[in-house]
């Protein structure tokens, strides 16, 4: 369990524009281990949490966070002949992915952040993914979950009329079936037919027309992005949230909602959910009586209204100042930087390192687990601090005067930047191209600064199959010479990962176990399972010894297979 200010201060933020500092922060290793973490007796609200890249500020609250990525994140059963499977709520969707694939299946609602979107997650947002159109949402695709109520209470929810073998399960299907009796008249008459998209295909045309003149109305513009699918546009405003934004977002949001109500069969929500940025715009497309309903079927599964409060049914206002990230009066304290930082604003008073640790917006794209480099320390240890996302709001928390003074050379943001072995895959990798290896550099510099350097940080002590390890500064900075690599030693390249070394970082006992299961991501395995003869290749002094040390290999540096070669 987690209460420091740091740890929900991390916590605090999605992918959305939205920020609220929650009670603490659970990290359950078991599903009982979770319903203990249900706080209902004491009133304390319950958020469950996977990824936290929600766009809507559905995993922010002032409640006490149930992290289920880190360790509930398995495949419990897998029946390939009924294609079925029974997964935890923390598992990724490309983790899933990776099962099924030996066996010729996959699951078809194939979102476009699949390597770090939980099942979970999608489930709670009912996704849809490109494919939607022809293999439906995942309402469509889930035939049941196994769910708590706010007491700890375990129920099985399945098909229409199957809610819960046990009676309390019975009467709770039993009493939302009346709701919706009850409501029937009224459903039908503002929704004649399935809604199946946000817009009618017929006025799409027209609306992304007109919905652009709103933006330039105010002085901004759009993006347009991602899929089309079941008709749900994925668009946004361009707004400085520091400055007039919430105003904007305002306005544009009342324009649109009014623009959609005139379409018979459209809808302001889409498959991100709506969480704090457009809840209370369901009332104006469904009407009072239906909210009134879904009131109603909140309070029979959650009567005191502990599960993630504030969402769906009686919401805040999108604009509710005191929810944002960027709330009225945010501001960073001045620091004198010891890089450059103009390319995102002015280098005096360290506002550009503050602008570039902003750049961080949360997407989680750095949770990956099996593609690229980004992030090693992350696949070592599963936590949200050692992230670079997790170090990126610390170091955001710390400038901003978040985490109280003296934040910014504390031992606490010490702890979250030091697994970061500066391999420079977030640069590359990150879509907003932060660059935290950069950050701990500047973040180094002020923090010996105040506390002086130890010892160590003065420092840094024929015919054949080739295997190649491309380290990942050669990946980053200098490509072209693995390509020359690969072209003249006609070799088999290791996926570029980090090989846990990373100059002095593995040499320092503090760090031997994340370094050696850095090395196990894709390093290791890989030199172990060629034959004995195979040469090992690796440019990286860190890399060498690495391979040396764990694998009682001996790698070589390119220069040296070629001298051979000429020999």
């Not at 983790?95 to 952040?113: E, M």
């Not at 919905?211 to 513009?221: A, G, I, N, P, Q």
């Not at 593609?371 to 601090?385: I, K, L, N, V, Y």
Request: proline content about 5%; aromatic content about 6%; overall charge neutral.
């Amino acid at each position: 369990m987690l209460f420091d200010a740091a740890s929900r201060g991390r916590y605090a933020t999605d992918a959305s524009i939205y920020q609220i500092e929650p009670v603490g922060v659970v990290i359950p290793r078991t599903e009982d281990a979770a319903r203990v973490a249900l706080a209902a007796e004491a009133g304390v609200p319950i958020l469950p949490r996977g990824a936290g890249t929600s766009q809507c500020g559905q995993t922010v609250g002032a409640a006490l966070v149930i992290d289920n990525s880190k360790h509930l994140d398995k495949v419990l059963e897998l029946d390939v002949g009924r294609r079925e499977a029974v997964v935890q709520p923390g598992l990724v969707l490309d983790q899933l992915s990776a099962r099924l694939r030996p066996h010729s299946l996959w699951f078809p609602v194939d979102v476009s952040t699949p390597a770090q979107a939980t099942l979970g997650g999608m489930a709670g947002n009912n996704s849809c993914g490109a494919r939607s159109i022809r293999y439906g949402n995942m309402v469509h695709n889930v035939l049941g979950i196994e769910a708590w109520l706010a007491t700890g209470e375990v129920l099985a929810f399945g098909p229409v009329g199957s809610a819960g073998g046990a009676d309390p399960g019975r009467a709770l299907a039993a009493r939302i079936d009346a709701i919706v009796r009850r409501e029937a008249a009224e459903i039908r008459a503002r929704w004649p037919t399935v809604l199946r998209r946000a817009v009618p295909l017929e006025h799409l045309v027209e609306y992304t027309d007109r919905l652009t003149k709103v933006f330039e109305k105010h002085s901004t513009r759009g993006t347009w992005y991602a899929h089309a699918s079941v008709g749900t546009l994925h668009v946004r405003p361009v707004l400085n949230m520091k400055a007039d934004g919430a105003r904007k977002m305002r306005a544009i949001a009342e324009e649109a909602c009014a623009m959609v109500r005139e379409f018979k069969g459209a809808a302001f929500s889409g498959e991100h959910g709506d969480g704090l940025v457009r809840s209370e715009w369901i009332e104006p497309i469904l009407g009072p009586r239906i909210v009134r309903a879904l009131e109603d079927i909140k309070a029979v599964l959650d009567p005191k209204g502990l599960m993630n409060p504030g969402k769906i049914v009686r919401p805040t206002r999108m604009d509710d100042a005191a929810l944002l990230r960027f709330k009225p009066g945010y501001a960073t304290q001045r620091v004198n930087p010891a890089l450059d930082w103009s390319e995102w604003g002015p280098n005096e008073g360290g506002a550009g390192f503050a602008a570039a640790v902003e750049m961080c917006n949360n997407n989680g794209h750095c949770r990956k687990f099996d593609a690229g480099t980004m992030c090693p320390s992350f696949r070592a240890t599963g936590d949200e601090r050692h992230l670079t996302r997790g170090r990126a709001n610390t170091l955001r928390l710390a400038l901003s005067g978040q985490l109280g003074p003296g934040a910014l050379v504390s031992g606490e943001l010490y702890a979250a930047m030091d697994l970061c072995v500066g391999c420079k895959g977030c640069k590359r990798e990150c879509p907003t191209g932060v660059d935290m290896a950069r950050m701990k550099v500047e973040f180094l510099h002020h923090y010996h600064g105040r506390h002086g350097y130890r010892a160590r940080d003065r420092g840094a002590a024929g015919e054949r199959d080739v295997v190649l390890l491309v380290d990942t500064f050669t990946n980053a900075f200098e490509p072209e010479n693995a390509r020359a690599a690969v072209r003249v030693l006609e070799v088999e390249v290791v996926e570029p990962s980090c090989c846990g070394m990373a100059g002095a970082f593995g040499y320092d006992a503090s760090h031997y176990d994340v370094s050696l299961r850095m090395a196990e991501a894709s390093l290791l395995p890989a030199v172990r399972a060629v034959a004995p003869d195979t040469l090992v290749v690796a440019d990286g002094t860190s890399c060498r010894h690495q391979i040396r040390d764990f694998s009682a290999r001996e790698a070589q540096h390119v220069a040296r297979v070629l001298e051979r070669a000429l020999a």
